[in-house]
């Protein structure tokens, strides 16, 4: 049990460096982040430190994963996913996928009495799909001011300005895939078969 222990922890340097490589982020930046000092970052990745449970809670919370992944616990077998919702701008958004980097998908969920009643357009590297599950939800993007109803989508680039809440005053609920590095969502659909009944 001793051996699978030391090779559990042996095996998180590498997964630290690997993580702040795909992240692109400096050890500096992760330090000003985190809390914990340059050397000591340094040397949980290289393996000369032994990560504790009071260096990997705020690298976990740095990268966005949760700490099974930063160590690789192994399965329990059990499927449920257990949900943490995080509330962030007048919205509930429960992070659907666990992995760090690519395409990350969240279900947002904006209340009738929301504060994000007034348009505030913002700008961010990355690019968005949406797709509406319930309520109505309206998305100004650029010049644009639409209104999507539940089973609409709409994808856009997050450089050009854009905002979306609820369109009315009942609460909207709809599905996010988001690219931080400009990733597109590729739809593959069957071709429409041809109708064989006809002449």
Do not use: C
């Amino acid at each position: 049990m001793d051996d699978d222990l030391d090779q559990a922890l042996a095996a998180v340097g590498p997964r630290l460096r690997t993580l702040r490589r795909q992240r692109e982020t400096t050890l500096t930046d992760l330090s000003a982040a985190t809390g914990i000092s340059v050397s000591t970052l340094s040397r949980l990745e290289s393996g000369a430190r032994r990560p504790t449970l009071e260096l990997l809670l705020p690298l976990a919370k740095a990268y966005g994963v949760t700490l099974d992944e930063l160590v690789d616990a192994p399965p329990t077998g059990d499927p449920r996913i257990h949900l943490r919702p995080l509330t962030r701008h007048g919205m509930t958004m429960l992070p659907l996928t666990r992995r760090a980097g690519g395409i990350q998908a969240y279900k947002l969920v904006i209340p009738a009495d929301s504060s994000r009643r007034k348009p505030d357009p913002q700008t961010h590297e990355g690019y968005d799909w949406l797709y509406v599950l319930n309520g109505r939800l309206r998305l100004i993007l650029g010049d644009q001011d639409l209104v999507l109803s539940p089973g609409e989508a709409a994808e856009f680039d997050t450089r050009v300005p854009h905002w979306f809440g609820a369109a009315d005053a009942e609460p909207v609920e709809f599905l996010s895939l988001f690219g931080t590095q400009g990733e597109r969502a590729h739809l593959r659909a069957r071709p429409k078969t041809k109708d064989r009944s006809g002449p």
